[in-house]
T-cell receptor
Framework: NAGVTQTPKFQVLKTGQSMTLQCAQD?????MYWYRQDPGMGLRLIYY???????DKGEVPNGYNVSRLNKREFSLRLESAAPSQTSVYFC???????????FGQGTRLTVV | GESVGLHLPTLSVQEGDNSIINCAYS??????FIWYKQESGKGPQFIID?????DKRQGQRVTVLLNKTVKHLSLQIAATQPGDSAVYFC?????????FGTGTSLTVIP
């Protein structure tokens, strides 16, 4: 039982490049989330998917897109990376309406 | 939205002592308040939550207190152990949207 798995763990991009961060959970959770964590800023919600087939913007959605591929998988795409998107990205999942979020190990992204 | 802030960015305690980490929030409409622990290089880990209609909840060695009058939340850790060294975040919100504070780094001194 792996919980929430994110790939890759580390990535360096050049400004303007695109990439997709992958997330999968094996806990049969309905809701999935993408957060970014910056020094001194805490975690900020980028997008979430309350259930399969739905996605909604969070606090800081600009520059990102998401896809809820199926119940297990929720991906985050940067179409044209910018240095301001340098951050640690966390995927999380919960039961519907649940407060106990299970987080992945994070993806450390650097945009140069 | 919601604004969540922790009172102290760092806290050092002696092993065996009790730790208290404090948090303030701004939105009185928040339904739930949650504490997470994050160890270096790992994702946050859920510790305990409390609903807005409660003022105290206890878990294993942890107690969360909620004071809605002054919009204040605290996490008490009893008999702090070296394994408790981590960054602690509070979060406030409801539904699918929670707002996190900036974290308090707890160091346990042996």
């Amino acid at each position: 039982n792996a919980g929430v798995t994110q790939t890759p763990k580390f990535q360096v991009l050049k400004t303007g490049q695109s990439m997709t961060l992958q997330c999968a959970q094996d806990m049969n959770h309905n809701s999935m989330y993408w957060y970014r964590q910056d020094p001194g800023m805490g975690l900020r919600l980028i997008y979430y998917s309350a259930s399969e087939g739905t996605t909604d913007k969070g606090e800081v959605p600009n520059g990102y897109n998401v896809s809820r591929l199926n119940k297990r998988e929720f991906s985050l795409r940067l179409e044209s990376a910018a240095p301001s998107q340098t951050s640690v990205y966390f995927c999380a999942s919960t039961l519907v309406g649940g407060t106990e979020a299970f987080f992945g190990q994070g993806t450390r992204l650097t945009v140069v | 939205g919601e604004s969540v802030g922790l009172h102290l960015p760092t806290l050092s305690v002696q092993e065996g002592d009790n730790s208290i980490i404090n948090c303030a929030y701004s939105n009185s409409a928040s339904d739930y308040f949650i504490w997470y622990k994050q160890e270096s290089g790992k994702g946050p880990q859920f510790i305990i939550d409390i609903r807005s209609n409660m003022d105290k909840r206890q878990g294993q060695r942890v107690t969360v207190l909620l004071n809605k009058t002054v919009k204040h939340l605290s996490l008490q850790i009893a008999a702090t152990q070296p394994g408790d060294s981590a960054v602690y975040f509070c979060a406030a919100g409801g539904g699918n949207q929670f707002y996190f504070g900036t974290g308090t780094s707890l160091t346990v001194i042996p």
